[in-house]
């Protein structure tokens, strides 16, 4: 079992800068792939991010050279710093966890709130 709570959201002007923190409970943390979900108000949710168990990382286009994915194993953390937020940015924050054999997340936090106002 893994326990996931997100923190860092909150309010941010246009070209600002947020920093995402996904403490994670249980043994192991470092073996689980780790994404950064969103979702956008009345939008499906969709993935930002992803960090494998070694750190390759993934990133969806649209914050491809603004987000940064990483993990730190040791603390069982995962974060997502994020420069140049745009309104499109806005929107709950999910971290979630998979077992790299498998494709579904098994667990998720709660999420936090990040708008972007411009």
């Known amino acids: 079992q893994v326990q996931l709570v997100e923190s860092g959201g909150g309010l941010v002007q246009a070209g600002g800068s947020l920093r995402l923190s996904c403490a994670a409970s249980g043994r192991t943390f470092s073996t689980y792939v780790m994404t950064w979900f969103r979702q956008a108000p009345g939008k499906e949710r969709e993935l930002a991010a992803t960090i494998s168990s070694g750190g390759t990382t993934y990133y969806a286009d649209s914050v491809e050279g603004r987000f940064t994915i990483s993990r730190d194993n040791a603390k069982n953390f995962l974060y997502l710093q994020m420069n140049g937020l745009n309104a499109e940015d806005t929107g709950l924050y999910y971290c979630?966890?998979?077992?790299?054999?498998?494709?579904?997340?098994?667990?998720w936090g709660q999420g936090t709130q990040v708008t972007v106002s411009s």
């Open positions: 979630a966890a998979r077992d790299p054999g498998r494709r579904i997340y098994d667990y």
